[in-house]
């Protein structure tokens, strides 16, 4: 029986120095007197090695969804093909959309380039290129497609900017591609653009996102809370967690609406596994958000500032130990007896922790908006074709009949028909794009025909896109160089 006021949460630890830094941070919670029951499952290599590709049984699913609750370890994903990534298995399935990291500097106390960073990356954590959609098209080229919604952009966004309401930041950035992307990125930074005027009093700006790396990199206090979708947040929260002094050092929380996973950034360490020298902090900061996020800011704070004072009194891990700046060289357990020890105390330079308690982000359930005009416009049709010559293909595609006609061909998104040039590179993949010539909307029937007389002419027609147009406005790209 859970007593009344203890929260059961599910605790996976993990592969390589999983273990030592689960075993770590859950005596400080113990010792903290948190109020939470611990069921423990087993996820990550063991799984995998016994066959299940997956790497998590129905039983640990079973308790993640019945606590709603998870505090995981670094897993190991064994190399080689045939395994699915389990972390990300996980977020799409428990619809954990939000990838909350925050990466802020402790200086003087851990070395660090950036003594006044102190930024939130806020990752779209569900959609983009990790819906892991790929195919093998032609001998010579892959594809992987690249998803965004409106649902995923406004759920990431609203948090964003919801997150830096309750925590009083006054600045929310947006990173984006969308001088390239315009259609994904495009689409993200208008919707971030929509909700910004919801929120009057916190600045909202928008970048590119590789001078936006360079400058997190560089200039990183530049910055509050960053967001943006899944593969650049990546990128950026590991560059953000790595200038404020170690990958070691960051926590993160994967949040969605009915269930929540806490875990460090860093990954399974093999090299140092076994060792007890690894830095415990990253899972701990997870669990400090955790206990956040359960309502138990009391014990969130005690731990913080337990773990602030074991830090600005030099006892560090080999990983932020320095000559000069640290006092003393600790493993991962004594480091966890330090701040057990430290509990109740606060920090004397660094700003000691205060959370608010019985606050919670106002984030209302995604709203389907209403149909817009869809009209069908033409089809963009993929050829595998091992000819040199694109006149001969356009040739050969200008005879199908049907009421959509061939206006162009592109070679990986460079326009070759009409008007191409010969120093254009071209593989074996031709995207042949068919339009009505009257403006008016395209007869669906006319594709099945288009696409049965390709076939009957022997052309090898791999893919096709509809192109349509919504409320009048083009849905697809033009070709490069149209
Ligand atoms: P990694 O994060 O495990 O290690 C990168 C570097 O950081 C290594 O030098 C490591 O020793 C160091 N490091 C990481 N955490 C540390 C800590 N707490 N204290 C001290 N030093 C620390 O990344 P990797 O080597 O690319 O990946 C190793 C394994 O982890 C792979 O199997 C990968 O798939 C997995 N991984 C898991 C997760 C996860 O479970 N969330 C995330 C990333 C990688």
Redesign the pocket.
Known sequence: MIKSNMQKITVAK?????PE?MNATLEILKAAQARIEFEEVEI?EKVYLSGNTSGIEKSAWDSIRRNKVFL????????GGGYK???VTMRKALGLYANIRPCKSFHPFIATKHPDMDVVIIRENEEDLYAGIEHQQTDEVVQCLKLISRPGCEKIIRYAFEYAKLYKRKKVSCFVKDNIMKQTDGLFHKVFREIAVEYPDIEADVWIIDIAAARLADTPEIFEVIVTSNLYGDVVSDIAAQISG???LAGSANIGEACAMF??????????AGQN???????LKAAIMMLNHIGQQDVAETIKNAWLCTIEEGIH???IYKEGISKELVSTSAFAAAVISRLGLKPKSLKVAEYEKGVRLNLPKYQRKPSTSKVLKGIDVFVDWKGTEVNKLAEHLEKLNSDIRLTMITNRGVKVWPDGFEETFCTDHWRCRFEVSNGKPADKSSIPVLLAQALQDNLDVIKTENLYEFDGVKGYSLGQGQ
């Not at 995981?72 to 190399?79: E, M, S, V």
């Open positions: 993990g592969d390589g120095i999983g830094i990550g995981k370890a670094p897993i190991t994903t064994p190399q990534s389990l972390n170690s990958v070691g875990e460090a950034i860093h990954g399974s360490a093999p090299t140092i020298v690894a830095n415990p902090s990253g899972l891990t080999a990983d």
